[in-house]
């Protein structure tokens, strides 16, 4: 059977043993990790190597992909990372042991789906600290929908509070967003006569505070997802090296359609591209490009690649299409080569939710 392109390989060992080396690092902190599966859509078999790996529950924000999990390993522990939808109350309960929330008329939905399956259902209240997206900015809200949950939802476990920062607003974790969370945690408890199991502090930018040593006594759980699937983020946004993470975990290979020299910058009056945008480019004079079968319908953006081979210089993408400089490749190309890119966040979302991007799990 002749080899599909593009594809995807997707190193399952090299992901398991990030897992395991994030959950290492974190655990020394007293944290517990969320390994959160839907940057890689979930798929199934990948999402095994974060079970694997020790994280304590594996999260998404897609039901279908808890719902897989589920059919694959009843016995794993899932979160809802996404605030539920009232419709999916149901579906919820049945398929995520716990869920993020940020609205009563939804609690109330959970809490009735969770008493017909004759079911305790465990939430998290979340907290917006200023990156306005989903959570309570009120604290004293955020404490009377805490207590109304102890006391009125019988068939839901109050397990504690989180937040998101950098998602939407761009907004940064620090040592004083992170104690402002604590500082909820600790109204929220007083009030209840009791601890809280989790205070959630975020997601993979909130790992750099962890590793730099500068998580505040108090935040006891992650959310993780980049920061163990690709490790590219943390080095390259952040400037924040784990020891033995892997970066090489997906790579997208393509096969050249045409290898050509050409003028580096477009000849005639200049408008918009496919998608609307008014770019702007260099003049490098005449050099030599490959055209590659894949493009933004298969990996968002092309600033989300990065070449596996060094000489080659990722150019530009349409639809269907990707364009790369090998005017300083030192071997030798001809059509029908594959050429190989690692993948950021962005890209590593679409191609393997790509219905055109088959994909390989290696194991070794």
């Known amino acids: 059977m002749k080899e599909r392109f593009p594809r995807l390989l997707i190193k399952y060992r090299q992901i398991a043993e990030n897992a395991?080396?994030?959950?290492?690092?974190?655990?020394?902190?007293?944290?517990?990790?969320?390994?959160?599966?839907?940057?890689?859509?979930?798929?199934?078999?990948v999402a095994m190597a974060l079970d694997e790996g020790g994280c304590e529950h594996l999260g998404s924000s897609r039901i279908e992909?808890?719902?897989?999990?589920?059919?694959?390993d009843p016995l794993v522990k899932t979160m809802m990372v996404r605030i539920p939808m009232v419709s999916e109350a149901q579906a919820i309960v049945a398929s995520a042991d716990i869920s993020l929330n940020s609205e009563r008329a939804t609690l109330a939905a959970l809490d009735e789906a969770a008493m017909a399956c004759e079911t305790i259902h465990s939430v998290i209240l979340m907290v917006d600290l200023g990156d306005l997206r989903e959570g309570y900015m009120d604290s004293q809200e955020l404490v009377e929908t805490a207590l109304w949950v102890e006391k009125e939802l019988t068939h839901l476990n109050l397990m504690g509070i989180g937040t998101n920062v950098g998602c939407y607003g761009s907004v940064?974790?620090?040592?004083?967003?992170?104690?402002?969370?604590?500082?909820?945690?600790?109204?929220v408890e007083k009030a209840l006569g009791r601890k809280l199991e989790i205070v959630s502090g975020g997601a993979t930018s909130s790992l750099?505070?962890?590793?730099?040593?500068?998580?505040?006594?108090?935040?006891?759980?992650?959310?993780?997802?980049?920061?163990?699937?690709?490790?590219?983020?943390?080095?390259?946004?952040?400037?924040?090296?784990?020891?033995?993470?892997?970066?090489?975990n997906f790579i997208l290979e393509g096969e050249i359609i045409e290898i050509k020299s050409k003028p580096t910058h477009p000849i005639g009056?200049?408008?918009?591209?496919?998608?609307?945008?008014?770019?702007?480019?260099?003049?490098?004079g005449s050099r030599r490009?490959?055209?590659?079968?894949?493009?933004?319908?298969?990996?968002?953006?092309?600033?989300?690649?990065?070449?596996?081979?060094?000489?080659?210089?990722v150019v530009g993408s349409s639809s269907d299409?990707?364009?790369?400089?090998?005017?300083?490749?030192?071997?030798?190309?001809?059509?029908?080569?594959?050429?190989?890119f690692h993948l950021y966040y962005g890209a590593m979302l679409f191609t393997t939710g790509s219905?055109?991007?088959?994909k390989i799990v290696v194991r070794e």
């Not at 940064?172 to 109204?187: D, F, I, Y």
């Not at 163990?228 to 090296?241: E, F, G, K, S, V």
């Open 208 to 248: 750099t505070l962890v590793a730099r040593d500068e998580m505040p006594e108090g935040i006891n759980h992650l959310r993780i997802g980049e920061g163990i699937a690709l490790n590219r983020d943390l080095p390259t946004l952040w400037d924040c090296h784990i020891e033995g993470l892997h970066k090489d």
């Open 172 to 187: 940064k974790p620090t040592r004083v967003n992170m104690n402002q969370l604590v500082a909820m945690a600790r109204e």
């Open 65 to 72: 992909q808890l719902q897989a999990i589920k059919a694959l």
């Open 20 to 45: 395991e080396k994030v959950v290492a690092l974190c655990k020394n902190k007293g944290i517990s990790v969320t390994g959160v599966v839907k940057g890689f859509n979930g798929i199934p078999e």
């Open 321 to 340: 299409h990707l364009i790369v400089d090998i005017e300083d490749y030192q071997d030798s190309l001809k059509v029908g080569d594959v050429l190989g």
């Open 289 to 313: 490009r490959a055209l590659l079968a894949m493009g933004r319908q298969d990996f968002l953006d092309h600033t989300s690649l990065e070449s596996v081979h060094p000489g080659v210089e």
């Open 269 to 284: 009056e200049l408008f918009v591209d496919a998608f609307g945008h008014q770019n702007t480019y260099e003049d490098r």
């Open 355 to 358: 219905a055109y991007v088959e």
